[in-house]
């Protein structure tokens, strides 16, 4: 096989390990709380106060190891959290909750370097435009006019460098190998990039995100390949 192996697939499937370890190595994540299931079995009015206290509304609500959106809330009002934790851990016994923030979905390419020790190669930046509310299972997978995708993203060419710069820094921090596709939020208020989570697994047919970010980016997919194999 190619790409990742076994530890950063790990820590790439746990949204709250792998802040944890961006956030050690210096790369901007949303604010957060975790919550375990037996916490909030034992007292859930404790957690809605942590949450309060920590965070505030909006609140997005995500099992950490579920992928597609599954699972995943948008909480506006405090009142709404407790049915929300109770149907994320319906997924999984540990749920990230994390600050909700005006933000566009900007996704990279990363590919491991063939130079030992160098960065990882970094693509140009694709957008993920939802027509939702937020970029959910339903959007995703079940309506056709769900997103859109914008490839390449347009950012300014200052913005498309810090973006890269965290993608390298995420793949390395996250102890990434071959290839893998790294999601940021870019707050439409401050400009500030996140790192929002890795896919160690990116989709990869000829017209899944990952090759046509490096496709645009002048790599081609029969080359990408290539690229994979040697590495």
């Not at 009002?77 to 909750?97: C, E, Q, W």
């Not at 390419?109 to 990882?120: F, T």
């Not at 990869?204 to 970010?213: A, N, V």
Request: hydrophobic residues 45%; glycine residues 8%.
């Amino acid at each position: 096989f190619v790409g990742c192996g076994v530890m950063a697939s790990a820590i790439g499937m746990d949204k709250e390990v792998s802040k944890r370890l961006a956030r050690d190595a210096g790369i901007p994540i949303v604010p957060y709380v975790s919550v375990r299931a037996g916490e909030f079995e034992r007292d859930p009015d404790a957690v809605s106060a942590r949450v309060e206290r920590e965070l505030g509304m909006p609140v997005f609500v995500k099992p950490v190891t579920m992928g597609s959106s599954v699972g995943v809330h948008k909480v506006k009002a405090l009142g709404d959290l407790r049915a929300a934790l109770a149907d994320a851990f319906r997924y999984d016994p540990k749920v990230l909750i994390e600050k909700a923030i005006p933000a566009r979905e900007v996704e990279l390419a990363a590919l491991e370097s063939r130079v030992p020790g160098e960065p990882a190669r970094v693509s140009g930046s694709g957008e993920i435009v939802p027509h939702h509310e937020f970029y959910s299972y339903e959007a995703k997978y079940l309506d056709e006019n769900g997103a859109a995708l914008k490839l390449p993203s347009g950012l300014p060419a200052a913005q498309e460098a810090r973006a890269r710069d965290i993608a390298a820094r995420a793949f390395a921090a996250l102890e990434c190998e071959g290839m893998a596709r790294v999601d940021l939020f870019l707050d439409r208020d401050k400009g500030d990039f996140y790192l929002n989570e890795i896919n160690t697994i990116p989709g990869f047919t000829s017209i899944s995100m990952y090759p046509k970010m490096w496709e645009v980016s002048g790599l081609p997919y029969t080359a990408l390949l290539t690229v994979l194999v040697e590495l």
